[in-house]
């Protein structure tokens, strides 16, 4: 008999469970719902979901709708959708996670309230993830987003600087990234940082480690666009080279697997049970 194990620790974040939970909601009572982005960085939940009748649209098609449901995903939303929402009388379902929400809010307050007009309000984040654009819009587009140390070229040393993190961002990158700041910034000048990084996905590293360490081969279930996926197969893989990455069950098939060994499973915040479950099957067909 395999010997299979799921991370019970894995799968989708509060976040997640709420957008998702909400969307399950609005589909039951019929009607016509619509949902800007993919709801969650997994092809194969957001395919479950169109199935129940979500129809996901980008922003250009968003600004074009009127008199509809829309549903905002957890990552969190710019004030200029809510200002087309009003605008085109659409009705939104928010579902923004409350830690984004909060977070928005803090920059925002940071921005309005900043010592200088040059004092800089830098976010820790991806390019053009969803998060990170709203965050961004909550300092009229001035905000300067970092993704490495690498970036801190983009910076004026010479004037102030705020620092907040995307809250799925690495907690180890954040505090490496402070720390070469604090070097290169002149000490007279106010360099202030903030730990915003959701503790919930941050936790997920040393449950990953741990998970890694236990198990013989792991398998990491993902979707292609999910950065958490990126960042927690990455450190399994340093954990234990035996890390194999897959986005759907059939990817099973193409791997080598020791089948007499123990075999964990696991998953990004954006990975839905189900999906762990279907892969878990998939390799128990491996050994007829």
């Not at 009705?91 to 200088?116: E, F, G, H, M, W």
């Not at 801190?152 to 907040?164: A, F, V």
């Not at 700041?181 to 007279?188: E, P, Q, T, V």
């Not at 990491?220 to 035996?242: I, P, T």
Request: charged share 25%; glycine share 6%.
């Amino acid at each position: 008999m395999l010997n299979i194990e799921i991370d019970k620790k894995s799968g989708f974040c509060f976040g997640v469970v709420k957008a998702i939970s909400k969307a399950e909601e609005e589909l039951a009572n019929g009607g016509v719902l619509y949902c800007l982005g993919d709801i969650v960085h997994n092809e194969q939940e957001v395919e479950r979901l169109t199935n129940l009748g979500l129809i996901t649209i980008d922003y250009k098609q968003f600004a074009l709708l009127r008199d509809v449901k829309v549903l905002l995903r957890a990552h969190g939303e710019p004030p200029s959708t809510y200002q087309i929402a009003a605008q085109n009388n659409i009705t939104l379902i928010d579902a923004s996670c409350p830690v984004v929400l909060k977070l928005q809010s803090r920059i925002k307050n940071a921005y309005q309230t900043r010592p200088t007009e040059d004092t800089q309000i830098v976010i820790y984040g991806h390019i053009g993830h969803a998060e990170v654009n709203g965050l961004v819009g909550q300092t009229n587009e001035k905000a300067i987003v970092i993704e490495n140390e690498d970036d801190i070229s983009k910076l004026d040393l010479t004037k102030n600087i705020r620092l907040y993190s995307q809250t799925t961002k690495s907690l180890d990158g954040f505090n490496s990234l402070i720390s070469t700041l604090s070097k290169k910034i002149d000490s007279r000048l106010q360099f202030e940082y903030f730990d915003t990084i959701c503790r919930q996905v941050a936790n997920r590293i040393p449950n990953i480690t741990t998970f890694a360490e236990q198990n013989d081969i792991v398998v990491f279930v993902s979707g292609k666009k999910s950065s958490n996926g990126k960042v927690l197969f990455e450190h399994s893989k340093k954990v234990n080279k035996n890390t194999f990455l897959v986005f759907e069950p059939s990817d099973v098939d193409d791997l080598e697997l020791d089948l007499k060994k123990k075999i964990g499973i696991c998953g990004a915040t954006s990975t839905p049970l189900w999906l762990m479950e279907a892969v878990a099957e998939r390799i128990r067909t491996k050994q007829n």
